[in-house]
């Protein structure tokens, strides 16, 4: 056995956020063993404060004392240890391949937008941003499969986040975003089919994150909310 499977990995994490979830899908992907220590952000321990020089998640402690952050960091430290291909080993595809995973970074901007704003104009108007970009990525898709086809890739696991929103979202508000792009459909199904994406979160991700959505002095907010409330009485 390599070096590198003998490492501890300990991944400090938070139950909903999307950059773990690329830290826990590269993990996954690789089959290498770590512990995962959930932390609540609107009260952070003083031992994580310490720990993490940005205070955000994720942070990966590598044999009790190596502190790596950044989730697009964390996520190439894994793949090289691991010795896979989740990144193409060519320089010009890498970069490809590491500027569509800033995009993605970009999408989950605009999900944080979407679900923060007050009314339902500006609700809209973060639509028509994420509708543009729908549309960027259907001009950049293989006809089915993952972002480079059969090969499944750090950006894939960078967007199975992403689409993992709308597989919540889509429960209380009728998001059409998506179905006019038929191959970003493709993508969306294969990633939601992966056994990585699907380790990735807890059994109660999708409740959690309703509620988190439901609290919000938003638009997306009051949806949500509502329908707590409607399942409540059904």
């Known amino acids: 056995m390599s070096q590198v499977h003998k490492s501890q990995f300990t991944l400090i994490s938070?139950?909903?956020?999307?950059?773990?979830?690329?830290?826990?899908?590269?993990?996954?992907?690789?089959?290498?063993?770590?512990?995962?220590?959930?932390?609540?952000?609107?009260?952070?321990?003083?031992?994580?404060?310490?720990?993490?020089?940005?205070?955000?998640?994720?942070?990966?402690?590598?044999?009790?004392?190596?502190?790596?952050f950044e989730s697009a960091v964390i996520a190439e430290y894994i793949n090289d240890v691991g010795r896979s291909e989740l990144l193409s080993g060519v320089s010009?595809?890498?970069?490809?391949?590491?500027?569509?995973?800033?995009?993605?970074?970009?999408?989950?901007?605009?999900?944080?937008?979407?679900?923060?704003?007050?009314?339902?104009?500006?609700?809209?108007?973060?639509?028509?941003?994420?509708?543009?970009?729908?549309?960027?990525?259907?001009?950049?898709?293989?006809?089915?499969?993952?972002?480079?086809?059969?090969?499944?890739?750090?950006?894939d696991a960078a967007f199975a986040p992403?689409?993992?929103?709308?597989?919540?979202?889509?429960?209380?508000?009728?998001?059409?975003l998506l179905d006019r792009y038929s191959k970003v459909m493709c993508w969306r199904k294969a990633l939601r089919q992966r056994t990585s994406v699907l380790n990735a979160v807890s059994s109660g991700y999708s409740a959690l994150l309703t509620q988190f959505v439901a609290v919000r002095d938003s638009y997306l907010g009051g949806v949500a909310k509502s329908y707590q409330l409607e399942e409540v009485i059904s």
Not at 14 to 35: D, F, M, N, W
Not at 124 to 137: E, G, I, P, Y
Not at 163 to 173: I, M, N, Q, T
């Open 162 to 176: 992403v689409f993992r929103y709308f597989d919540v979202f889509d429960k209380f508000y009728e998001f059409k």
């Open 14 to 68: 938070h139950t909903l956020c999307p950059y773990v979830q690329r830290a826990v899908i590269a993990l996954e992907e690789q089959g290498l063993s770590y512990k995962r220590i959930d932390i609540d952000l609107s009260n952070k321990p003083a031992w994580f404060i310490k720990l993490s020089p940005l205070n955000k998640v994720p942070v990966l402690v590598v044999d009790d004392n190596i502190v790596l």
């Open 92 to 155: 010009v595809n890498k970069a490809r391949e590491r500027a569509w995973i800033e995009f993605s970074s970009a999408i989950l901007n605009n999900i944080g937008q979407l679900y923060n704003a007050k009314g339902e104009g500006d609700f809209l108007d973060v639509l028509k941003q994420l509708n543009s970009k729908w549309a960027v990525l259907e001009e950049n898709l293989p006809e089915e499969g993952f972002f480079s086809g059969e090969h499944f890739s750090l950006v």
